[in-house]
């Protein structure tokens, strides 16, 4: 298929992903437009505050996204130059960009095969004299298995970064993620759980990584936009530190504040979507269907699909998508990437990466689609 046709295409009948924009959010954005404040102002506190209530941490900084929050995040606790952060080997490729952005190298750990999540034991044979923080991917929106990380980390005197793009909604136990680590980066990206276009959130309970990830968003600069208009004269703030744009501004916080009220409902939606893909699609010759638990947020339905003489994971890819039914691969594992076999290092065997990696297929999910829709993709399948 011509790039040019990808995303419009007349022959596509079943979406990959179809964001749910409601009057409401879009009264919140008309609303936000009209206010005299369009960046740096109230609304991202009030969504601040909310998102911090709602996952259980002290502080949360909005950001321009996952990215920048990975990166902020990563400065904010001194890696840098000369320094190793431990990640998956099957994550998006901005888990590892904002590694070498900040400096330091990504080292690149192997995963369970089962969930795709990070493997404690790689995370072991990858640990060297520089190493100075691990790098967790929730999956798919599964949480890691944070108590063994924290062993690992408290063991090695290491950071915990918690990459929680996947994952609002996600609990380990009793917590959220993005609150059992040092801090914890969300993404507000239109595939996602809820969406803000573009946006992030960093969270952490620490007020030193809260006020330094505020003042790095914004330039440098120690005060905020009402600040320096309320409090006397608005050119006098300082600059300790060179800092970035990484602002999320009042448009897109005005809907991220409307989509978070509904996010459990949306949630829910997702889990029932995934359960029922399992009802179908499970026990069937070939497949290996995904565990669901509660505390899940059900970010993507991830098939394994078991090479057989007559069907393997492209096949299926392509006989979706002649049947109309887009669907994805999440992720080509990193060492795969030019960039990153020039700038990362591999110190364990990466054989479950490459093992999913041939297997793996993502279904259509979005909180929204009909039972009838999501038949049509399951008898493809089935047939």
Known sequence: MKIKDAFNNNSIKVPFFAPEITN??????LDALKKPLLTDGPILRKFEDSFSSFVGSTYAVGVSNATSALHLSLRALGI????????????????????????ATPVLADINYDDL???????????TPR????????????????????????????????????????KFGEKHVGTIGDVGCFSFYPTKNITTIEGGMMTTN??????????????????????RYTEGKPWEYDVTEAGYNYRLDEIRSALGLSQLKRLTNLNNQRRKICEYYNHRLRDQDGIITPAISKNDSCHLYILKIKKQANMNRDKLFKKLLKNGIRTSVHYKPLHRFSVLKMKARIYDKLV???????????????PQMPRKIQDKVIDCILQ
Not at 24 to 29: A, F, G, L, P, R
Not at 206 to 216: F, L
Not at 352 to 360: C, L, M, N, Q, V
Request: proline share 3%; glycine share 6%; hydrophobic share 40%.
């Open 117 to 127: 999540n990070i493997s404690p034991k790689s995370i072991e044979k990858s640990l």
């Open 206 to 227: 620490s007020k030193k990584i809260a006020n330094h990830v505020q003042a790095a968003r914004n330039h440098g600069i120690m005060k905020s936009l009402a600040q």
């Open 24 to 29: 409401q959010d879009c009264k919140m954005v």
């Open 131 to 170: 190493t100075k923080a691990i790098l967790p991917v929730h999956f798919a929106g599964k949480a890691c298995d944070m108590d063994e990380i924290k062993r690992i980390a408290r063991k090695n005197h290491l950071f915990i970064i918690e990459d929680c793009a996947h994952a609002l909604g996600t």
């Open 352 to 366: 479950f990466s490459d093992k999913a990696y041939h297997e793996i297929i993502s279904l259509p999910l979005y």
């Open 80 to 103: 840098g130059k000369g320094d190793e952060v431990i990640i998956p080997d099957m994550t998006f490729v901005a888990t590892a960009s904002s590694v070498i952005l900040s400096g």
